[in-house]
C-alpha cells in the first residue's frame, strides 16, 4: 500500500510511502534517508493496528524525517564551484578554481586547477583516495604496532554501503570517504577491521577487544552512523 495518510485532531499528517506484509512476527517502522516511511509488518496486521501504531510514535517518525531531510540538505549535490565546501579530516575547506595550480592541493583551501573542472568530480575522487590510502596505512601501522594485530594488506575501495572490511587471510579494505571524516572517526574503522583478524564476528569477544583498545568506541560508532551521509561528493 503506497500513500496511506492518517490525519489527527490536531491535523498532524504522516504519510505511509509503503506497508510491506510478510512472515515476520514483530513490526518495524523505517525512515528512508529521502524521510519516506516504510512499514514492515505480519501478514494479517490491520490497517487499524497500524493506524495506532504510527500515532503513537509520531513524535519518533518525525524527528527522524527532519534528521534525514537535513542530512539531505547538506549533502546536496555539488556544483563543483568558487565556494562549495568540502570535508577533510572532519575541517571544512571552500573550493577554488584555480590556473595556479597544475595539481588539486589543500592549504587553506581545496584548490582545484581549472583545467580539472570539467571532470571535477572524477578528478577530486581520484585525489581523495590518494591521500585515503597514504593516511589509512599510516593509522594501520600505528594501530598493528600498538596491538599486535598483524594485517596482510590495505586497499581503499568505493564500496556504497561498507566502511571498511577483512578479510579472511587479513587484507583490509576501507572506503575512501574515510578521508572526509575526523581523525577519530577514521580511527575507530582502522580499530574496528584490525579486530576483525582475530574476531570473524561482531561477538561479545569482538565487542570486548574493541573496548580494551578504543573505551570510547561506542560514540565514534554513533557519529558515523548519524553523519556517513556527509560523508561523499
Known sequence: M??????????????INKIIRSKRRSIALIVNQDASLIVRVPLKTSLEYIDRLVAK????????????????????????INGEVFLYLGDHY?????????????????????????????CLIMWYKAQALEKLKERVNLYSTMTGLKYKSIKVTGAEKRWGSCSAKGGLCF?????MAPLSILDYV??????????????????????TIMPDYENKRKWLKKNGIMLNI
Open 175 to 179: 572506503n575512501w570517504r574515510l578521508i
Open 57 to 80: 510514535k509520531i513524535s519518533w517518525i518525525k524527528e527522524k524525517q527532519a534528521l534525514a531531510i537535513n542530512n539531505y540538505a547538506k549533502n546536496k549535490p555539488k556544483e563543483f
Open 190 to 211: 582502522v580499530v574496528h577491521e584490525l579486530v576483525h583478524i582475530e574476531e570473524k564476528n561482531h561477538s561479545s569477544s569482538f565487542w570486548g577487544k574493541l573496548r
Open 94 to 122: 571552500h573550493l577554488k578554481i584555480t590556473d595556479m595550480h597544475s595539481n588539486i592541493s589543500l592549504i587553506d583551501f581545496l584548490y582545484l586547477p581549472q583545467s580539472m573542472q570539467a571532470n571535477a568530480k572524477k
Open 2 to 15: 503506497v500513500g496511506y495518510m492518517r490525519i489527527k485532531k490536531d491535523m498532524t499528517k504522516i504519510i
